[in-house]
């Protein structure tokens, strides 16, 4: 009998044991919370947002608390109080407006202090130190008059109060980057901009100059304008059986999503949905330009080329008197000998040179400061991406 209450004995002292290094490795942890900033935090504007990212993977989090301090005095921005264990993670969005918060222009520090459930009450501190700037950055436009043509391409002049990473034009939705450009003694700001052919026939435009700091504190400059009346052609165009046969299979072999469509499916597809996409392909390739002018006076034409179609043509799409579909040309056409040299028509740098869906083999230049041109309907392509080209070298021949 005293063996097996010893024996007993045994069992229940090993299983307190047990439990007692359990709960002690539990309730006693000593690993302390992670901190973690979504972006890094050098500055605050007159609205500054940037969450916390709170991580404690072994008791869970306890407290969280988010101060700025300035001038001796802290002022708490947000706080998060955890009394349930188990909680490894929560993000803290925060919101800092320093004029509610009667701060000033100058420097001041952030403390993020972090404590879990372990019975150590495990903490991390992250201290850092900011700049405060409430004030933006100051618009002045030095050109003021602003005549623009439907989808046309415009120019705008401005300087501002300080140098900041974002500025440019905005065209309702559109975004144009400007460039540094100097004139006599003074460093201006410069954006090349386009207007869209349907909007600005509307006369629905809003056009605006915006300038980012490193803050965030933004101004925006409205642009006066005035749109001129301009008509643009309006085309029918008959689609006949042999077009279609002699086209459509090209895109049938070359887009797996169009074989099993009949000719005339294949057509409308192309003439819309790829249409669509190839434009967004163009605005992706021409999205980033150097910011250097690489171009040289006027831009060249191709040589002994008639004009066959224009830029903003309507075009209404016709088989067998029926109209299969609708779209808005939106380059020039120019019809030259068979295989004709096609020039770069300035100096700059290629983005592209490959084929391009509807454009077939084309050829993009980027002339910088958001200049681009385009190339297309090509039989040769003569040069690669990345290369440096002059104006007037040859850099491929025109289609047959």
Same mark, same amino acid.
């Given at each position: ?326 779209? #808005?040309?939106?380059?020039?056409? !120019?019809?030259?000998?068979? %295989? =004709? ?6 100096? @700059? *740098? #290629?983005?592209?040179?490959?084929? !391009?869906?509807?454009?077939? %083999? =084309? ?6 400061? @958001? *200049? ?5 309907? !090509? ?12 104006? @007037? ?8």
């Amino acid at each position: 009998m005293k063996k097996y209450l010893r024996y007993l004995f045994s069992i229940v002292l090993i299983a307190l044991v047990g439990v007692g290094i359990w709960a002690f490795m539990v309730y006693c942890e000593g690993e302390e919370p992670e901190i973690i900033l979504n972006r890094d935090i050098k500055m605050i504007g007159q609205e500054t947002t940037f969450d916390v990212i709170c991580v404690d993977r072994k008791s869970g989090l306890r407290n969280v608390s988010v101060d700025i301090s300035q001038d001796g005095k802290k002022y708490t921005l947000s706080s998060l109080n955890l009394p349930q264990r188990g909680v490894n993670k929560e993000t803290l969005t925060v919101d800092v407006f320093p004029e509610d918060l009667k701060l000033h222009d100058g420097t001041a520090t952030i403390d993020i202090i972090v404590t879990d459930h372990s019975l150590r009450k495990n903490t991390t501190v992250k201290v850092f130190e900011v700049v405060i700037d409430t004030i933006p950055p100051r618009i002045s436009p030095v050109s003021f008059s602003n005549y623009i043509n439907p989808g046309g391409s415009c120019v705008i002049v401005y300087n501002l109060s300080e140098n900041v990473p974002l500025s440019g034009v905005q065209v309702d939705n559109a975004f144009f980057p400007s460039y540094p450009a100097i004139a006599s003694d003074a460093v201006h700001r410069v954006s090349y901009f386009a207007i869209p052919i349907m909007e600005a026939a509307g006369k629905s435009l809003k056009i605006s100059i915006l300038a980012e700091d490193d803050a965030g504190n933004s101004s925006l400059s409205p642009v006066s304008f005035h749109i001129r009346n301009k008509k643009f052609r309006s085309d029918r165009m008959n689609i006949s059986q042999r077009f279609l046969e002699m086209k459509m299979p090209e895109f049938q072999h070359r887009y797996k999503d169009l074989r099993g469509t009949t000719l005339l499916e294949a057509f409308s597809r192309v003439n819309g949905e790829m249409r669509a996409a190839n434009l967004k392909t163009i605005q992706t390739i021409c999205k980033d330009s150097q910011p250097e002018q690489l171009w040289d006076g006027a831009f060249l034409r191709m040589k002994n080329a008639a004009t066959m179609a224009t830029f903003g043509d309507r075009r209404t799409y016709y088989h067998d008197g029926r109209e299969i579909s609708k779209s #808005v040309h939106m380059g020039v056409d !120019l019809a030259s000998t068979r %295989n =004709a040299p096609v020039q770069a028509s300035n100096g @700059g *740098i #290629v983005n592209f040179a490959a084929y !391009l869906g509807i454009y077939g %083999n =084309a050829i993009i230049i980027d002339h910088g400061m @958001g *200049i681009f041109s385009l190339y297309g309907h !090509l039989s040769s392509i003569n040069v690669n991406k990345g290369q440096k080209v002059k104006k @007037g070298e040859i850099i491929g021949h025109g289609g047959r």
